[in-house]
Nanobody, 116 residues
Framework: QLQLVESGGGLVQPGGSLRLSCAVS?????IGWFRQAPGKEREGVSC????????NYADSVKGRFTISRDNAKNTVYLQMNSLKPEDTAIYYC????????????WGPGTQVTVSS
């Protein structure tokens, strides 16, 4: 059974950084990061292809967030820099066949709070 688990969330001041990790129980999947803020719909943040050679980002995080993966560890990372209060949300990773496809499995999420 495909399983994903996020880690690395926490409380950080505006302008700070966090690195989220997504441990995946299987390889050969594209992995997307999503987030959901209170009272808002879940939105896509970034996605990386199974081989790591294709990545995309939401406009709101371009230039600040970087997605990467270590397939030897079956782990995908989201490096988040220059964090803003509006980045506060629960962050989820999800497995997809392709970045353009729909998620087939989700992790439970990790809370990121950006506040002074």
């Amino acid at each position: 059974q495909l399983q994903l688990v996020e880690s690395g969330g926490g409380l950080v001041q505006p302008g700070g950084s966090l690195r989220l990790s997504c441990a995946v129980s299987a390889d050969s999947y594209a992995i997307g990061w999503f987030r959901q803020a209170p009272g808002k719909e879940r939105e896509g943040v970034s996605c990386i292809s199974s081989g790591g050679n294709s990545r995309n980002y939401a406009d709101s995080v371009k230039g600040r967030f970087t997605i990467s993966r270590d397939n030897a560890k079956n782990t995908v990372y989201l490096q988040m820099n220059s964090l803003k209060p509006e980045d506060t949300a629960i962050y989820y990773c999800a497995a997809k066949r392709y970045c353009s496809g729909l998620p087939v499995a989700w992790g439970p999420g990790t809370q990121v709070t950006v506040s002074s």
